[in-house]
């Protein structure tokens, strides 16, 4: 034996064996002193403190230092360590033979995979587009060597949308977003991250605070209308009592200001209040005037603008994201009677629609169908004929003369007695030669 290699466990215990010369070490010579031999103390590049003979010359390599693979003296030595010890006879002429052994530190995984907090809170406005950092996670491993770390999100982070609107990179625990997050659906959202080096595993809970924002429009019912007024309505008159209700998730009720956009031609309308509700009347504002020519419109189509900044000052709102909505309302002037309203005429159109009964050979089952039950009822109808016609004859026989009545007077009806007339009719009489007397 010359040379050797050993691994030997970081965490391995001072005093431990590490080798045993003697199995390995040999003299061909037969009788003693010649085939004894003894050690000389271990030499070498970092076997100072860390190695030695226990006992001294007994050729037995023990360890007596720190093998700690994070240690950094350990570190500094790269691991792994040089044992030189020469073996040589103790009788004349002393040969001798120089034994290298090659230590080298095995790392164990004396160290957990931990986050370097304990959990994370991040914000992120909720206007924000998709691929914005919303924050980073980081987690070490004190072993030595370092592995690489997989990071990765377990639970957490569904939309309605989205099964997850966060995408974590597996490398550097970068956290991003994959699409708009949205305070009114979901405010805060609780993530769970885990991280992974193939020998060990950890996690974290991540908070993600959404910022709300001002990014939802106002909307406001109706949203379209149509209104018919006289031409001299009376200013100020809420114009058929129409009112608008608006709504804004994110905004106060009081934050809604109403102006009008293009079609109020000559400020006819207006909106009372203009700010600071969310409901509010249309009025008439100004007079129609169409004698003096000033007004030549009879039907407008207004453009209402709803817009949510009324609470903030100037200067916020020229910094402020702010949101419009809008309401489209279709307003006709109704003339006097006499009033002759210029129309210009429009072509007229004349559709002439032409009916035909075809007659296609895939619906034969039509006339067969009308056939069949036209035989049927004329049979039910004929039957219920006769049927009824018996009924009458049995039920109403013929009728035979009657005596004619004697005339009476009015006045003897109660003192005639009836008169019985007795009739004896002797038919074809023969004597026979007795006589029968009448009395026996």
């Not at 900044?309 to 949101?323: F, I, P």
């Not at 219920?384 to 035979?400: D, Q, S």
Request: glycine residues 6%; neutral net charge.
């Amino acid at each position: 034996m010359s040379s050797d290699r050993i691994m030997v466990p970081e965490r391995a215990a001072k005093g431990t064996l590490l080798l045993d010369l003697n199995k390995f070490c040999f003299d061909d010579d037969s009788n003693a002193p010649n085939n004894q031999f003894n050690f000389t103390t271990p030499s070498g590049v970092g076997s100072s403190g860390r190695f030695s003979q226990d006992p001294a010359g007994s050729g037995k390599i023990v360890l007596i230092g720190d093998l700690d693979y994070e240690n950094s003296s350990n570190l500094a030595a790269g691991n792994k360590y040089t044992v030189i010890i020469q073996v040589q006879d103790v009788a004349l002429p002393y040969y001798k033979n120089n034994i290298y052994i090659y230590i080298f530190t095995k790392p164990e995984n004396e160290f957990p995979l931990a986050f370097d907090r304990p959990s994370y809170v991040f914000e992120v406005s909720e206007l924000r587009p998709a691929r914005t950092r919303v924050g980073v996670v980081h987690a070490t491993d004190k072993d030595s060597p370092q592995s690489s770390i997989v990071y990765s999100i377990s639970t957490g982070g569904a939309s309605l949308q989205y099964p997850n609107i966060f995408w974590i990179n597996p490398q550097t625990g970068e956290l991003q977003l994959v699409t708009r997050a949205d305070y009114e659906t979901t405010p805060i959202y609780i993530l769970r991250i885990q991280a992974t080096n193939g020998e060990d595993s950890s996690s974290v809970t991540v908070t993600v605070n959404i910022l709300e924002e001002n990014d939802e429009k106002p909307i406001c019912t109706p949203n379209s209308y149509f209104l018919a007024i006289p031409m001299d309505l009376k200013i100020g008159t809420n114009i058929q009592n129409f009112k608008l209700t608006c709504t804004d998730l994110d905004s106060s009720p009081r934050s809604f200001r109403y102006s009008m956009g293009p079609g109020n031609i000559n400020g006819h309308f207006t909106f009372s209040p203009n700010a600071g509700s969310n409901v509010t009347s249309l009025l008439l504002a100004t007079g129609f005037d169409y004698a003096s020519g000033l007004d030549k419109i009879w039907d407008y189509k207004l453009l209402v603008y709803i817009t949510d900044d009324n609470l903030l000052s100037g200067r916020k709102k020229a910094q402020a994201h702010v949101e419009t909505g809008t309401v489209t309302l279709s307003i006709s002037v109704i003339p006097h009677p006499t009033t002759v309203v210029t129309t210009t005429a429009r072509p007229r159109v004349i559709y002439q629609v032409l009916r035909k009964n075809v007659y296609s050979p895939s619906a034969w089952y039509v006339p067969f169908v009308i056939t069949l039950g036209s035989i049927l009822l004329l049979g039910l109808l004929g039957s219920l004929f006769v049927l009824l016609a018996k009924a009458i004859h049995r039920h109403c026989p013929h009728k035979t003369g009657k005596p004619k009545k004697l005339p009476v007077k009015k006045g003897e009806m109660k003192t005639t007695k009836p008169e019985v007339l007795v009739e004896t009719i002797q038919m074809n009489s023969v004597f026979d030669g007795e006589a029968i007397d009448p009395g026996n």
